[in-house]
């Protein structure tokens, strides 16, 4: 999940999903309550960290920490001087997990088909529309900061692809780079917030529509292919500090790609990383149902 929070367009509740625990991450979420404050102030320390399933958010953060501390400067290199091999390889990952995802579905029938259609058509929707102008005012970052963080938690969407398109993500980056504490906390804020009402409508829909959920996000995977097709011509950039950041692009075929680009395809690297990453997802479930039978 760390790897996939530093590239924006794809997703970490997608690795959440392919891993096998992004209902019990949506559980844990809403376990932070009202309810858990007072398992804490009347049961003590131990059953309040059981209440919020400690164990898990400590395993998971402390996950996503050690990726973005060890990896994240290497994916960086990575989409900046070979964008082509790192999006084959994620671009194989999601697109074996659409299956796998899919499987889950108990029962298939027509409500699901439907919910499977809807998810893609709106992901490839997202995908498609234009950047917006940048405002730095904060009751527009609050907004940003709970739309992004919901978009984070759905499979297929991406977190920073979201403030992208609202034109909040440079605003953002520099206010970090810059301390501008008051809009990092309206941001954090807008964050929270939109994290603990939108995991209450998750629970609330794998509770009373599991199946339906289930084939709505397996949509949004499906959808949001469009956004990590390996072969891109990168337009309209931005600038934050010393680095470049792209607003939109075109999707071209691995020759156009050459043509337009000047760059090379790789199309052999981008074949074999596009079967390393369905690999990694066959092994991945695999590994996730043996966990589950012992």
Known sequence: MGCAD???GVSGGTIAFIAGIYEELITSINNINIKALNV???DGIAAFW???????FVALLGGIAAAVISL???ITYLLDHEPVLIWSFFFGLVFMSIYF????????QASRYIAFALGAILAYWITTLPAQAESSALWYIFISGMIAICAMILPGISGSFILLLMGSYTVVLNGIHERQYLLIITFMAGAAIGLLSFSRLLKFMFDRYH????ALLSGFLLGSLNKIWPWKELTNPVFVKDKTIYLEYNNLLPN???EITANASHLGWAIMLFAF???????LEKLGGHKQES
Request: glycine share 6%.
């Open 72 to 74: 994240a400067k290497i």
């Open 101 to 108: 995802v899919a499987r889950r579905v108990n029962k298939w």
């Open 277 to 283: 990453g369905m690999l990694l997802i066959f092994l």
């Open 256 to 258: 156009t790609y050459t």
């Open 211 to 214: 199946d339906v959920t289930i």
């Open 50 to 56: 059981r209440h919020v399933n400690g164990n898990f």
């Open 6 to 8: 530093v590239v924006p």
């Open 40 to 42: 804490l102030r009347k």
